[in-house]
């Protein structure tokens, strides 16, 4: 029996309540047979005068009970669970001020003898207003999800404006007519509106209430949305999966602007490529990602509380993930101190609910055909032509003396023209690609108790790639128990998880787009040779055309295998109702292979001695880990005004990696890649062994206050130490602090009704980066192989940096959230800055020093930008259930360098030389554009003309001319969004656009110009090489003579503006709930969908996407099942 609350005089209250413990039963009962609404007052009762804005029941009958001096008896339980109240009358009656707070609510209320008594409310049907024959009984069942019986749910006809209750079965039956809209509503219930449509029989589950937009889950703890000064983005599984089944990082890219998916326009769409994440930016040097092997700026991935990596994230399947925040800010990060510089992305996977056994089942099917077109080859008579007004097959003169070559080259050129004559044309593009397919299997059952409950599940996917041979197949089983027993709160989740990753045996996807079109793919008889042709060149000299498909026919494979588990334990015990202390232990262990054998009889062998044919790489991965916490938790609410929140909290971690390789060479023809028939290791190779052993401790004190649901604020700090940084400096504290206020509950903007939510905030914190190795602070020393007259010696293998310093943060943000016409309209807005500094860097050091690098702390970055998410909701029609939504996200960005002094100076030269577009230079974007101006090609030479930094043009390059002409970042981002829903069928379109940002085309500088005489001759090309080059005196071309073989670096000519919109997610959706047929095959729920993902792209730049592996549009369909 629950608690009651009885107010009024001490006689009175000990009076009433001895009576409800004696008999609850027969009081209610007689109280239940008094008409709602009706009470006796005095006229001495004076009239009410309110003026609240969000404010509970309980705390508005409690200044009701102040002025009009009455008692009152009510179940304070129930009156907690209804919404908060804004009204606003002068003098008005006591009934109307009930009716305006409950008269919504399934409860009524009456007065005797000055005491006003809140109950339940049981509706009567009213006399009928049709003729008796129009007139039928409705019965049926409510239940919720895991068909358990609900009691007490309001059935109400929205036409005769009557109701009654379910029973304690959940059963309930209602007089009314054949085409009456019935509303079934519960608190804490998705309410729903079902037309009878002549039906005498209904079955009805309704679902719990997603309270995922009123709460920020951190990922140590939960907290108000209201009452939170950070900026955070929170999104329920059911939003993931409307924008498509492929997972969920895919996912939130499109549903939050501030969480960005850098294009990879090498690997394209490889399933096996993990992408490269940013959330708000960078704020490590770029450089670092290639010293350390990680990525320095990858958000912090929480799983269930505890870190994860990006590769359990890229594979978890999205049914079981509940709900992802994404904290973005110093308010909301520093709680994770060294590891949030860069954002932290929370996940919830489901939770076992209590109830009889519930099955779940999703399967997932995918289709992804190959992208091709942005590619523009020539056929087989274009590049015949282009070769010849290149003078391909024009004798060097230097060789005339030799032999006759012109009559060699005469003669290969009518061959060759002959074949394309015949008819010879290949499309070598499509040879190594499919049509990729998925499918994808989970199995997830629940049930238990309020005291023990348990959820299993199991996941399988099978994903083919694009190119053949490639694909990804992942599996994982979760078994989750919960114990909940008075104070205490036990749970525990295992999971275990594995994946094949394998490459396609083909290769490179650039091996088949250079093939020439006008070899054939086999011999005459059908077979297929090593070689697409052999020919004698001008120079005298035996020369051959490999064949990629014969390659792909050898035993040569690469593929990568990984098994781990993971079991997280968390305790909660509950002191009392202000109090709480929860404790946790992560435990972590994997093991990864990867294995490459490449078949000695690859062409790629071809002049190799028979000890250096065929290679064999093996990497053996693993990995052991641990983290713990403690968190002692205090929160009270005083005199209904001030909200105080507490935490303090420690942890402890460590991480232990081990890795084992080795290359073996030379193999016999015909191995199939055992390394025992290996003629030995590679060339002056050893095996590789490397073991690592991170430790990290911290402590954390956070702090939040609230005051009459208006003034926020929020403070945090921590230290953390840790074994990445210089040995004189292990530890380092980060903080944040945090003020918001919410003006919708402040007098000044309660009397607009229109406003739902007006809330401003701001905060500022310094957070950290620790994505680095531990090598950078230690020094390395490896034993030197070679003996000599002194004995055995050791090596400096890595110079260590004891006083390097932390790589931290300093942010700033500024926001506000509003919602208005009943929160159909709403806007968050976001204004940021963040100052990296100092930044850690690998300096090139001179060889004399014997080490190649140093770590050091140099320079600053400093990054501001503008985020937002706008959504409007121009139909909305709750009875009939049609709602219309549109969305417009997006954010602007800036960053710039400063403090490297020219110190970075070998870096950059570095870079030129290897044709990088990217300098490390004060005052710059790190994503700025470098190369040297080009004012056009000359039309009377057809030679580029190059504008030098005084702005005169001259025919000479010169690297020192070099300015930035270009910026990689967007100077705006975002998605376009509508759903539409009607009734049980939901649409969805999602267009990302990207405006202001620029790129360079290789396909510019490397398949149309820079082509060396060997590329003419061995490899495709653009067809712009044939059509757009300069050919004669007086030619107005983009591009320099077709004779012009000659190389130069990086020009403006090739830099383009980068703008376009692409379909990122298509989606339809039709879902059936209490259907007769499906009540008699056990479900209760039935939902299909499916999905187009990046279907078309319209963009101002023609390159070559998807080099290495090619993009891919994809087609989904998803089926759900609830047993």
């Known amino acids: 029996m629950k608690k009651r609350y009885c107010y009024g005089s001490h006689l009175w209250r000990a009076s009433v309540c001895i009576l409800l413990a004696a008999t609850p039963a027969g009081f209610l009962s007689s109280l239940s047979l008094l008409p709602s609404g009706v009470y006796a007052q005095s006229p001495a009762t004076p009239g009410i005068t309110l003026d609240v804005r969000n404010m509970s029941v309980p705390a508005v009958l409690q200044e009701i009970r102040k002025q009009a001096g009455l008692r009152f008896i009510y179940d304070l339980e129930e009156l907690k669970k209804l919404p908060p109240v804004s009204m606003r009358v002068k003098n008005a009656s006591l009934d109307d001020v009930l009716n305006k707070i409950l008269g919504n609510a399934p409860l009524s209320w009456s007065m005797e003898g000055g005491v006003l008594m809140i109950r339940r409310r049981v509706f009567t049907p009213e006399a009928p207003q049709q003729p008796a024959q129009q007139q039928f009984t409705v019965h049926g069942t409510v239940t919720d999800e895991n068909r358990q019986p609900l009691e007490k749910v309001t059935i109400q006809d929205l036409k005769a404006r009557i109701g009654v209750f379910t029973d304690e079965k959940g059963n309930f039956e209602i007089a009314t007519s054949a085409d009456a809209t019935l509303q079934i509503s519960y608190i804490g219930m998705e309410p729903q509106v079902i037309p009878v449509k002549g039906r005498n029989a209904l079955r009805i589950a309704l679902a719990a209430k997603n309270n995922t937009k009123e709460v920020v889950v951190t990922g140590m703890f939960t907290r108000k949305r209201e009452s939170f000064t950070g900026a955070a983005a929170s999104f329920t599984g059911g939003e993931l999966k409307t924008v498509g089944n492929q997972n969920i990082l895919q996912s939130l890219k499109t549903l939050d602007p501030s969480f960005r998916i850098v294009e990879n326009n090498v690997k394209g769409a490889n399933p096996n490529a993990l992408p490269s994440i940013e959330v708000r930016g960078k704020s490590s040097l770029i450089s670092v990602q290639t010293q350390t092997g990680t990525d320095a700026n990858q958000p912090l991935f929480i799983l269930d509380g505890f870190e994860t990596t990006l590769q359990v994230v890229n594979d978890l399947d999205m049914n079981r993930v509940a709900a992802i925040t994404v904290l973005k800010d110093a308010a909301s990060t520093a709680l994770y101190g060294a590891r949030a510089a860069n954002g932290v992305v929370v996940i919830e996977t489901l939770k076992p609910r209590p109830g009889a056994m519930r099955v779940s089942y999703t399967y997932d099917f995918r289709v992804e055909a190959p992208d091709l077109t942005s590619y523009n080859m020539m056929n087989a008579a274009e590049k015949l032509e282009y070769e010849r007004l290149a003078g391909r097959y024009i004798a060097n003169k230097s060789s005339v003396v030799l032999f006759d070559a012109q009559n060699t080259l005469d003669e290969l050129y009518a061959k060759r023209l002959a074949a394309v004559r015949r008819g010879v044309n290949t499309y070598w593009l499509s040879e190594p690609l499919r049509t990729g397919i998925t499918n994808g299997h989970a199995l997830y059952a629940e ?38 027993k008075g104070k205490f709160n036990i749970s525990n989740k295992l999971y275990l998880n594995g994946y094949r990753a394998d490459e396609s045996p083909y290769g490179s996807f650039s091996d088949w787009v250079k093939v020439l079109p006008y070899f054939k793919k086999t011999q005459d008889d059908g077979t297929i040779s090593p070689y697409l042709d052999i020919y004698i060149t001008s120079q005298n000299q035996r020369d051959t055309a490999g064949n990629p498909l014969y390659n792909a026919t050898l035993n040569s494979y690469n593929y990568t295998k990984e098994q781990a588990i993971s079991n997280n334990l968390q305790l909660i015990y509950d002191i009392n109702t202000d109090m709480r202390i929860t404790g946790g232990v992560n435990i972590t262990g994997g093991n990864t292979t990867t294995t490459a054998f490449l078949s000695p009889s690859n062409t790629a062998f071809i002049g190799k001695t028979a000890e250096s044919r065929g290679t064999y790489d093996y990497t053996n991965e693993r990995t052991f880990g641990y983290n713990s916490n403690l968190m002692f938790s205090y929160g009270k609410l005083i005199s209904n005004m001030h909200q105080l929140n507490l935490n303090a909290r420690g942890e402890i971690r460590e991480d232990d990696y081990n890795l084992t390789s080795f290359k073996a060479t030379g193999f016999p023809v015909g191995a199939v890649g055992n390394p025992a028939f290996a003629y030995g290791y590679e060339k002056d190779g050893i095996p590789g062994y490397s073991k690592t052993t991170k430790r990290s401790v911290a402590a954390l004190a956070t702090a939040s206050y609230m005051f009459d649901r208006r003034l926020l604020l929020d403070a945090s700090w921590r230290i953390d130490g840790s074994t990445s940084f210089g040995t004189n400096n292990k530890y380092s504290p980060f903080w944040s602090a945090g003020i918001g206020y919410n003006l919708h509950n402040d007098i000044m903007f309660k009397q607009y009704r229109w406003i739902n939510l007006l809330k401003i905030r701001a905060n500022i914190g ?43 943060s300093l942010a700033v943000d500024i926001g506000a959230d509003m919602a208005f016409l009943q929160n159909r309209i709403s806007l968050t807005v976001d204004y940021y800055k963040k100052n990296t500094d100092p930044l850690i860097a690998m300096i090139t050091t001179p060889s004399s020093t014997g080490i190649s690098a140093y770590p050091f702390n140099i320079g600053y970055q400093h990054t501001k930008g503008v985020d937002w998410n706008f959504k409007v909701t121009p139909i909305f029609n709750a009875k009939k259930n049609i709602y219309l939504v549109l969305g417009f996200t997006g954010r602007y960005q800036e960053s710039i360098y400063g403090g490297f002094n020219n110190m970075l100076e070998k870096q950059n030269e570095l870079a030129r030389t290897s044709n990088s577009l990217q300098r490390f230079r004060d005052g710059n974007s790190p994503d700025a554009i470098w190369a040297v101006r080009s004012a056009g090609i000359d039309p009377g030479t057809g030679a580029e003309v190059f504008i030098k930094k005084n702005g ?16 990689l970042q967007p100077k705006m981002e975002g998605v376009l969004s509508a759903n539409l829903r009607v009734s049980a069928f939901s649409f969805g379109a999602n267009i990302r656009y990207t405006y202001g940002g620029d790129a360079f085309n290789s396909a510019l500088y490397d398949r149309i110009e820079n082509i060396s005489t060997r590329k003419v001759a061995e490899e495709n090309l653009d067809k712009r090489a044939l059509y757009e080059r300069w050919k004669q005196p007086g030619d107005v071309a983009q591009f320099k003579a077709i004779n012009n073989f000659s190389t130069v670096k990086m020009t403006s000519r090739y830099v383009q503006r980068n703008n376009y919109l692409s379909g990122e997610s298509i989606n339809v959706s039709y879902e059936l709930l209490n259907k007769p047929w499906m009540r008699h095959a056990g479900l209760s729920v039935l939902r299909f969908s499916g999905y187009t993902n990046d279907v078309f792209r319209l963009a101002t730049i023609k390159s070559e996407r998807g080099t290495e592996y090619p993009f891919s549009n994809s087609y989904s369909f998803s089926v759900r099942a609830t047993f």
């Open 447 to 484: 049930g238990g108790d309020n005291q023990m409950r348990y959820g299993v599940g199991l996941n399988y996917k099978d994903l083919d790639g694009v190119m053949k041979g490639s694909g990804r197949n992942t599996w994982g089983a979760n078994v989750d128990l919960q114990y909940r």
């Open 952 to 967: 005169t043009q001259t025919f000479d390059y010169d690297a020192s001319d070099e300015v930035v002409v270009g910026n």
């Open 766 to 808: 310094l957070t950290g980066n620790q994505n680095f190795q531990n090598l950078s602070s230690e020094t390395i020393y490896a034993i030197n192989a070679a003996n000599n007259q002194f004995g055995q010696g050791y090596n400096v293998s890595s110079l260590g940096n004891p006083n390097l310093k932390w790589q931290n």
